[in-house]
């Protein structure tokens, strides 16, 4: 019984930031990794960063130095904050969220890099 609503999103020029926000409702059930996932038009599902809730971090090659990842465990809020932003960024992130049985997905915020 977990839900996760995503938040941040929208359009931004190239070279400048965005955050984006993940509020998470698990009813009691133990989250040990999430991470953001995104999507762009006719391509796969791909991994942009975990962390552990120990804070432990793994960033996709494409993004490591810009982007940071982060978890308020306290506040069950996981964060990315997207820095030197590309058009090769645009894409719907999904916020993810795993124990050992199970992986839960939000409903996706989507990320305009204009050129």
């Known amino acids: 019984q977990v839900q996760l609503v995503e938040s941040g999103g929208g359009l931004v020029q190239a070279g400048g930031s965005l955050r984006l926000s993940c509020a998470a409702s698990?009813?009691?059930?133990?989250?040990?990794?999430m991470g953001w996932y995104r999507q762009a038009p006719g391509k796969q599902r791909e991994l942009v960063a975990t962390?552990?809730?120990?804070?432990?971090?793994i960033y996709a090659d494409s993004v490591k130095g810009r982007f940071t990842i982060s978890r308020d465990n306290a506040k069950d809020t996981l964060y990315l904050q997207m820095n030197s932003l590309k058009p090769e960024d645009t894409a719907v992130y999904y916020c993810?969220?795993?124990?050992?049985?199970?992986?839960?997905w939000g409903q996706g915020t989507r990320v305009t890099v204009s050129s």
């Open positions: 698990r009813s009691g059930i133990s989250l040990n990794t």
């Open positions: 993810a969220a795993s124990n050992h049985w199970t992986t839960y």
């Open positions: 962390v552990r809730s120990d804070g432990f971090t």
